[in-house]
Nanobody
């Protein structure tokens, strides 16, 4: 009942920037997040944002370089990625949570109900 459409992935040189977007449709949700998965590795948390209060959470590996934001009118979440490194190369997934957790950082895949198909980000050195 919730559809997530991702865009913005691509190939970029180290030190460059990309902006990912995730347009959501369907029922209401409490938070949206970004996860990434590199080949032969588990899916890991990148960033999350609550919808009403716009509280943000970041993985230590991207803090200071990535910025998550949302546009309520467009029901879209963005991930601005600056100073990209080769280790940022991964398939990036958008996720939406329809559950509220009072003291959650929304950093676990278990807290999300819906997932996008993923968009590839490749950073060359």
């Amino acid at each position: 009942q919730v559809q997530l459409v991702e865009s913005g992935g691509g190939l970029v040189q180290a030190g460059g920037s990309l902006r990912l977007a995730c347009a959501a449709s369907g029922r209401t949700f409490y938070a949206m997040g970004w996860f990434r998965q590199a080949p032969r590795k588990e899916r890991e948390f990148v960033a999350a944002i609550t919808w009403s209060g716009a509280t943000t959470y970041y993985a230590d590996s991207v803090k200071g370089r990535f910025t998550i934001s949302r546009d309520s009118a467009k029901k879209t979440v963005y991930l601005q990625m600056n100073s990209l490194k080769p280790e940022d190369t991964a398939l990036y997934y958008c996720a939406a949570s329809t559950s509220y957790y009072s003291r959650s950082y929304y950093s676990s895949t278990r807290e999300y109900d819906h997932w996008g198909q993923g968009t590839q980000v490749t950073v060359s050195s």
